[in-house]
């Protein structure tokens, strides 16, 4: 069974600073992606960053990166320079090859950015 | 670009009661999913379209139906609804159910059962 864990329930994080939110995952499936999503408090599920389990090189998108250790299974997200606009609740989800029509969620992490 | 539009965005049914959450995607993408979000559970996947012409079922979907009435819509219907159905409904859709797409999520729907 496939199996996301994020173990920060909250995070604080002062204004401008890097946050490293943590994420481990269990899957048999040699093939599947990893996503992160954020969900600001009106509610929508936004799309971040996506890492493929065969990808050589950490993704990247603008200010977000994911520290993909494959051996350890875990995906991080990394958050540079952060804003009082990234206060939000944060899931890292997984789509394995088999039964990749669903995305597999964790709990979340809520990260409140503190000017 | 509307990307995936979600109707009504809130609504309150008496134990009972049936009615039709509606969901249309402007991507042109192949498969559409209904997920719930419930407090400390994350999201749970409902049903699921890979394609135009097919559902199946998901983790959750006893008390639930759904309907792909073509490429852009998929709507989820509660037959007879329970309070244990409160909770938020999530649709989404993908270019294809490939492990390396990302499904990209409408605004939600806020669904109280009294």
């Known amino acids: 069974a496939q199996k996301i864990t994020q173990t920060q329930p909250g995070m604080f994080v002062q204004e401008k600073e890097a946050v490293t939110l943590d994420c481990t995952y269990d899957?048999?499936?040699?093939?599947?992606?990893l996503f992160w999503y954020k969900q600001p408090s009106s509610g929508e599920m936004i799309f971040l960053i996506y890492?493929?389990?065969?990808?050589?090189q950490n993704a990247t998108e603008g200010r977000y990166s994911l520290n993909f250790q494959k051996a350890r299974k875990s995906a991080n997200l990394v958050i540079s320079a952060s804003q009082l606009g990234d206060s939000a609740m944060y899931f890292c989800?997984?789509?394995?090859?088999?039964?990749?029509?669903?995305?597999?969620f964790g709990q979340g992490t809520r990260l409140t950015i503190n000017p | 670009n509307a990307g995936v539009t979600q109707t009504p965005k809130f609504q309150v049914l008496k134990t009972g009661q049936s009615m039709t959450l509606q969901c249309a995607q402007d991507?042109?993408?192949?498969?559409m999913y209904w997920y719930r979000q419930d407090p400390g559970m994350g999201l749970r996947l409902i049903y699921y379209?890979?394609?135009?012409?097919?559902?199946d079922k998901g983790e959750v979907p006893n008390g639930y139906n759904v309907s792909r009435l073509n490429k852009r819509e998929f709507s989820l219907r509660l037959e007879s609804a329970a309070p244990s159905q409160t909770s938020v409904y999530f649709c989404?859709?993908?270019?294809?159910?490939?492990?390396?797409?990302?499904?990209?999520f409408g605004d939600g729907t806020r669904l109280s059962i009294l």
């Open positions: 989404a859709s993908s270019q294809t159910q490939y492990s390396n797409q990302p499904q990209h």
């Open positions: 899957t048999s499936d040699p093939s599947y992606g």
């Open positions: 890492q493929g389990s065969y990808d050589q």
């Open positions: 989800a997984m789509r394995p090859r088999a039964g990749a029509q669903k995305l597999v």
């Open positions: 991507m042109n993408h192949n498969s």
């Open positions: 379209s890979a394609s135009e012409g097919t559902t």
